[in-house]
């Protein structure tokens, strides 16, 4: 997800001769800090029970996934980056204005379908992590993180208790840190990095689906477009580039460095989430993770009798970044649908739709969980869900963001056009392969 505070265009030096722009050395570290917080997010908890799943069940035998993911992860990111920041409309409104209607209310439905999913899963799973280091019931947490999650996100600007939350999701580094305390086959890891085993069943797909749906996740795309729709917005010297074209230099290479720089230490943490269960828990025979005390204990090796509380604080860090997300991406989406005032600067009062477009997608979330779905599994088969959705919105995004009808002269180059088309491809074969190993 990329939640940012967009440098301003005075912190951006006047573009060199050149034709780039030069940063001032503050503003070029600033602008770190939201890639940092999209790429911890991006592992959120149903990324983190997907990678410790696929692990367990197969070793290192889809490390290769990731930085294989890697290149398609961040150039779609970029590319729905880019038509928000172009044409000042996110990716719902650009299909509503040049698209088919039945196309914008088919993905506007499966999307709302996968974040709800997502949503519960992420909710469920923070109550199950909790309930090991605190006593009570299951329930009791599932409401406590829901409603405050949606409190959260009505009275107080996610960017700023964002900067608060980002500081958990630095555990998820004790799982780089795990991998170096433990006994791991450097050259067998390394080698299945560089060369996919593939195994042709039907697990091996459904795993690598989830991989790639955990990665290249749907709502993500909307998120980032409606992100910089909103600093265009909120922001009174920033317009759309296609209405001013000198912005674009600065702009562009900020949305590369923030998308490249998050998107690459988000694959990395899922790196090493891979490899310490398949070093920790593959090794001694588990192989299925079946629940969060389970997934815990790739940890162990490390933390010791601390593995729980490093588990605990990045599986709430990051379903409290995640979750707004999740239901802030629904809405916007529905927003630009049907014309509602979306804004997450606005106050309940003034966007009242929009808010109620969130609480709505928080509380079915929340109620989901009372379905008695094994929290685990549910996160494991959201991401299934995400990966067999991508595609599609890919095709779709790709499409828009090649279109002088909806770009303008800043249609994407050929590089991106390359790779997103290949991302896109990859994403339909894996679907397929799913259904060709069917017995």
Not at 149 to 178: D, M
């Amino acid at each position: 997800m990329s939640v940012r505070s967009v440098p301003k265009p005075q912190d951006f030096k006047k573009p060199g001769i050149s034709g780039g722009s030069s940063f001032k050395k503050k503003s070029f570290w600033l602008m770190f800090g939201p890639g940092l917080v999209t790429g911890a997010s991006d592992d959120d908890p149903s990324g983190i029970a997907t990678y410790s799943q696929v692990g367990a069940q197969f070793g290192y035998g889809l490390l290769w996934a990731m930085w294989f993911s890697y290149p398609f992860m961040a150039v779609i990111q970029e590319i729905s980056a880019r038509v928000g920041r172009v044409t000042g409309v996110g990716l719902a409104g650009n299909l509503k204005a040049h698209y088919p209607r039945p196309l914008l209310h088919t993905i506007l439905g499966l999307m709302l379908l996968a974040n709800v999913l997502n949503l519960g899963a992420d909710i469920g799973a923070m109550a199950a992590a909790t309930q090991l280091v605190l006593p009570g019931g299951t329930w009791i947490y599932i409401c406590f993180f829901g409603s405050s999650s949606l409190a959260l996100q009505v009275y107080v600007p996610y960017t700023r208790y964002v900067k608060y939350l980002k500081w958990l999701t630095l555990s998820l580094f004790a799982y780089i840190a795990t991998a170096f305390f433990v006994h791991i086959s450097w050259r067998q890891a390394l080698y299945a990095t560089v060369v996919p085993p593939f195994v042709w069943n039907r697990e091996y797909f459904v795993s690598l689906i989830a991989v790639l749906g955990t990665t290249v996740s749907p709502y993500l795309f909307f998120w980032q477009a409606s992100q910089e729709v909103e600093e265009v917005a909120c922001n009174d010297d920033q317009q759309p580039l296609k209405k001013s074209p000198r912005q674009a230099p600065a702009q562009l290479e900020r949305i590369r460095w923030d998308t490249y720089v998050g998107m690459a230490f988000s694959n990395l943490v899922a790196f090493f989430i891979i490899l310490t269960a398949a070093a920790t828990l593959h090794v001694r025979g588990i192989t299925t993770v079946a629940s969060a005390a389970q997934a815990a204990q790739a940890l162990s090796p490390l933390g010791g009798r601390w593995a729980v509380g490093f588990f605990v604080a990045g599986i709430i860090g990051t379903g409290m970044l995640a979750i707004p997300v999740l239901a802030g991406s629904a809405a916007f989406a529905m927003g630009e649908s049907f014309r509602w005032r979306a804004s997450l600067e606005d106050q309940p009062a003034q966007a009242p739709r929009f808010y109620l477009a969130i609480a709505v997608a928080t509380v079915v979330g929340i109620l989901l969980n009372f379905l008695h779905l094994d929290p685990i599994r549910a996160l494991f088969w959201s991401a299934v869900v995400n990966g067999a959705l991508a595609a599609p919105m890919m095709a779709v995004i790709v499409h828009m963001a090649t279109s002088k009808k909806v770009m303008g002269k800043f249609v994407i180059p050929l590089p991106l056009r390359i790779v997103g088309w290949a991302g896109t491809f990859v994403m339909f074969i894996a679907c397929l392969g799913v259904f060709a190993t069917l017995k």
